[in-house]
């Protein structure tokens, strides 16, 4: 079947101006005021794609070109085990992982892998240049097997301390090439590096949280929550690095309300942190649209202490027009810090309860979720969506055997721009 590309145009979310995609547009050419841009697409109604597999049943409300191979879609069910314990009626589970026994086979056990399978989904068949992501691992893990399965040259730039996250059920094609900042580097060092290889014109940046196709693939947790609940969730629950899975929803929520069959409300929003790496959650307690000062050595320390290392953004999109305090602002909520023991716990009684493992990060979430019980953030009988970001891992791999990649290049980002360059050209 032909796929007929998805209609839409922007939006800049400082001002309200509305234009066209020129293809791979990340910001507003006319743009003052530092801004995300959101898509507005042509179909105003929330309808599934039966005609389409796997992630792709939502691509209605996906900015792409073309569909691709072995997507899977969130899974979303009525929390039994979790919601006794914690005294709700209503905790909806939105599992990104794998978990055969509720029907979720994503491969990467990450929600990572929706962002993947839309962005590259937004780019054209013919493009020649190659696409670059930094990540601190789980969207590294994504993004290599979306484009590896799919033939789409990557070049992934990451932390060389996080390199065990890059862990496959098969050797990557020779399409995909991994770049490193050596060992003591941040999530932002990987940036640093893949931003020195974009400044040829051989590579595309993929944008991170500027890239509405990012955004609006990790939306899709909650377009998932909905077709199972049938509205909008009262309360919505998540772990954030960048927080651009939480603006991603709260995008959808606008989308969900303009649409009026589901609801006209805006869920609250809880996104958490893990202690000690808290630069949203310390900005938003202080009340600033700003992010509080963050020195490169003090995020490094606190990078390294963390145990979810994925939440460990340190340039994240939170002060620009559109972002994780406009999105708190308009919705409410708040946020909320975990510390590692308490993580643990979590990670241990969610396995014990939900019968699948998680990653610290979704545990981060878990945990969010009893401090706002807690406090009385949330009620008994409120309806509340829990995006578990990721899990499985540890079933997955009791089912099959794994490989570990290893990085093509370990590169300095302090190097000479032009020396990067070279360096990389020659991989490909």
């Not at 930094?134 to 390199?163: H, M, Q």
């Not at 909008?232 to 649409?259: C, H, K, M």
């Amino acid at each position: 079947m032909t796929f007929k590309p998805t209609d839409y145009s922007l939006m800049n979310c400082a001002d309200g101006r509305i234009f066209e995609d020129a293809g791979w547009t990340l910001t507003d050419p006319q743009g003052g005021t530092p801004s995300l841009v959101r898509a507005v697409y042509a179909h105003k109604n929330f309808e599934i794609r039966n005609d389409l597999d796997g992630f792709y049943k939502f691509a209605n409300w996906l900015p792409i070109k073309r569909t691709l191979n072995h997507s899977h879609a969130p899974v979303t069910y009525k929390s039994k085990g979790l919601a006794e314990y914690l005294g709700l009626d209503n905790l909806y589970i939105t599992f990104s992982g794998y978990f055969p026994e509720i029907g979720a086979y994503m491969q990467t056990c990450s929600f990572k892998e929706t962002a993947a399978y839309s962005v590259c989904a937004r780019l054209a068949e013919d493009e020649d240049r190659i696409l670059v992501v930094a990540s601190a691992g789980n969207t590294a893990r994504a993004f290599a097997k979306v484009c590896s399965d799919n033939g789409i040259r990557l070049l992934l730039s990451i932390p060389e301390g996080n390199i065990n996250a890059l862990w496959f059920d098969k050797p990557l094609e020779d399409c995909v090439k991994i770049i490193a900042a050596p060992k003591g580097a941040d999530y932002y060092d990987a940036i640093a590096l893949g931003d020195a290889v974009c400044t040829s014109p051989k590579f595309l940046a993929e944008g991170g949280a500027k890239n509405i196709a990012r955004r609006d693939g990790m939306g899709t947790t909650l377009l998932s929550a909905v077709e199972v609940i049938g509205r909008i969730p009262d309360a919505y629950f998540q772990a954030i690095g960048s927080g651009t899975g939480t603006i991603a929803v709260w995008e959808n929520n606008l989308r969900l309300i303009a649409d009026g069959r589901f609801g006209s409300h805006k869920m609250r929003l809880y996104p958490s942190q893990n202690d000690p790496f808290t630069i949203m959650y310390d900005s938003w307690k202080a009340g600033s649209r700003e992010l509080l000062p963050l020195s490169p050595d003090d995020a490094r320390e606190q990078a390294s202490v963390i145990k979810a290392k994925v939440l460990s953004n340190r340039k994240p999109p939170y002060s620009l027009a559109g972002g994780v305090y406009d999105a708190l602002k308009d919705a409410g909520g708040d946020i909320y810090k975990v510390s590692n023991t308490e993580l643990d716990f979590w990670k241990e009684k969610f396995e014990e309860l939900e019968g699948v493992d998680i990653y610290s990060a979704a545990a981060v979430a878990v945990c969010s979720l009893k401090k706002a019980i807690d406090e009385g953030a949330v009620r008994r009988d409120e309806i509340i969506m829990l995006n578990i970001t990721g899990g499985g891992e540890k079933l997955a791999k009791s089912h099959k055997q794994t490989v570990q990649a290893v990085p093509n290049l370990v590169l300095d980002p302090a190097l000479p721009t032009e020396e990067i360059i070279g360096k990389v050209k020659e991989l490909f």
